[in-house]
């Protein structure tokens, strides 16, 4: 049998606390109802962390033990630690995937691997948004047509301060007239990241099916395919190198 992929779904868990709105669509908060959904694939294990808890249920081995990361934030991005975020980033090099969703374009993990501002424009209000798929054969969009909308959702638009994507998947039009880059990749050290749109809180965004379909498929093309610790280890030779009379007098770089 096949290794099944490790995901943690990490979220706030700030708004569906506060605000009655979001309750009522996420009673059990946005993170459980994104795990319910990926636990159904066999090759899945899925487990949740949240703000709120030690270490923001990152602390221990659970980044160790962790394949995807799927980040959604929104009203906190502050209160997450700088030592978790610093975590986070040595993983994400090393090979874990990370998957940003919809407002954790401002995230402290999503600026400090992508370097940019992650800035945008916004507008809660009653548009729709329709999703352009520009790249049908990629393995995050198998089983997308050409574009599918989402009746009501919070608008984003350009220009949207990220560096150039190595791939924009998708783009979307809201009924204002804005379009955004709502699907993008990069990859920084040796993992893949990809960000993807929507998924604001008020509305019920992650029990539509083509948004599901996406996370989904996010994860498998996610998956690190290298793990490669962060460490600058003193080489030796593979072959025989003449004598270097200097050798001796020479400070060493003190790299560990």
């Not at 962390?49 to 502050?78: K, Q, S």
């Not at 700088?82 to 990370?98: H, N, P, Q, S």
């Not at 965004?205 to 093309?221: D, F, L, M, P, S």
């Not at 395919?225 to 003190?254: F, K, Q």
Request: charged share 25%; glycine share 8%.
């Amino acid at each position: 049998m096949n290794k099944k992929i490790r995901i943690t779904v990490w979220n706030e868990f700030r708004h569906e606390k506060s605000n009655p709105r979001v309750t009522e669509i996420y009673p059990e908060g946005m993170h459980t109802t994104i795990a319910n959904f990926l636990s159904k694939e066999v090759d899945y294990e899925v487990r949740t962390a949240t703000l709120d808890e030690p270490e923001h249920g990152l602390g221990g081995d659970v980044l160790a033990h962790t394949d995807v990361l799927i980040w959604w934030g929104h009203m906190a991005h502050g209160d997450v630690s700088d030592t978790i975020v610093a975590k986070v980033k040595t993983r994400v090099l090393e090979g874990m995937g990370l998957i940003a969703l919809h407002s954790a374009h401002y995230a402290k993990i999503f600026k400090a691997l992508l370097g940019t501002t992650c800035s945008l424009k916004w507008r809660e209000s009653t548009d729709k948004e329709r999703l352009w798929n520009t790249m049908p054969a990629h393995p995050i969009l198998q089983g997308i047509g050409d574009y599918f909308e989402i009746p009501q959702e919070e608008m984003y638009g350009e220009p949207f301060g990220i560096p150039t994507p190595q791939e924009q998947l998708l783009i979307s039009w809201f009924t204002g007239g804005e379009v955004f880059r709502s699907g993008a990749t990069w990859t920084r050290g040796n993992g893949k990241i990809f960000y993807f749109r929507p998924g604001h809180e008020t509305y019920p965004t992650y029990h539509q099916a083509e948004v599901q379909k996406i996370i989904t498929n996010a994860v498998r093309w996610a998956e690190p395919t290298v793990c490669i610790p962060d460490a600058c280890p003193n080489s030796p030779a593979l072959e025989p190198l003449p004598e270097d009379p200097a050798a001796a007098d020479r400070p060493t770089l003190g790299y560990k």
